[in-house]
């Protein structure tokens, strides 16, 4: 062990009495809500569900981590607020995400690392890579339209698909249209499909809490899946809003308030033989009302809303 990881940091006196810190916190995590979602995946079966939808395409006998395990360290991430796969880097060892997706606490042995998550996520396409080029050559916004016909596997028949590779000073822009109507892609595009309204706002909405906007990969399937993903952490955060918080102050709460207030909490983890225990921050100000959430959710709750 290093002396930095020994030695106590010095701040300011506060008065006489003097401030020190250290790193010998032990196992702390600052995501303690993310049981509230784990108990809202055990009434729903999402990620049961979801792991059967998909098969395994990797031989067992060279996987270390199960397809459920990767599903939801990546599903829980997203619904936490952390979209990009680097942020599993140091994710992996957070003892609350080893806990929600069921692994158990080993901290000798974290959660899988960013380049398998990304295995289980990558493709190409051309367009986009078409889009990138003239982008870099003149350094202006770069759109290209063009249509393919896919069918997705559950589809009863393969359907036509519009194209739009765009790319902006900020980055790719990605769209992708499923369509049954005659015309030109780009004219489909702008003259019907962008004038669709207030709808595709109230969409966003959904869209930019657990980043389903993150279409930055270069093919369609790559998108599909991380879209995928989006969608089933979002359906974590809608069930948690209306199973465990329709009555109260936060009934209305966008995704994005649910996280900050619910979920982002400080906490240390206790390990023993018989069980794992959860020291939430005393300062937590919504004490009260992440009982009841809890209450709630619990396996045995009717459906009232509890009181006090």
Known sequence: ????????????????????????????????????????????GLLDAFDRCRPDP?????????????????????????EDLNDHQTLRHDPLLQIVTERGVQADEPLTAPPTLYRLEKLCGVLVSQAEAQFQLTHQKQRIFGELTYAAQTWDRPRRVIVKAERLTQGPNTRFIVTNL???????????????GDRENRIKERQLGPFADRTSCHDFGAHQFPVLLSAAAYV??????????????????????????????????????????WHLAGGYPLQQLF???????SPTATGAVPTG
């Open 291 to 297: 009982a009841s959430v809890l209450a709630r959710l």
């Open 182 to 196: 005659a015309g030109a892609p780009q004219a489909l595009y702008d003259d019907i499909y962008c004038q669709r």
């Open 1 to 44: 062990m290093t002396d930095c990881n020994t030695q106590p940091l010095l701040f300011a006196s506060l008065g006489s009495k003097k401030i020190q810190a250290d790193f010998k916190g032990g196992s702390l995590t600052s995501d303690a809500g993310a049981l509230l979602l784990r108990q809202v995946d055990k009434k729903l």
């Open 58 to 82: 990797r031989h067992a006998s060279y996987t270390t981590h199960a397809q459920k395990t990767l599903l939801a360290q990546r599903i829980f991430g997203i619904a936490l607020g952390c």
């Open 236 to 277: 974590l955060l809608e069930n948690l809003r209306r199973l465990g918080l329709a009555g109260t102050e936060l009934a209305a709460a966008q995704v994005s308030t649910i996280r900050r207030k619910l979920l982002k909490i400080g906490a240390g983890v206790i390990c023993s033989v018989r069980r794992i225990v």
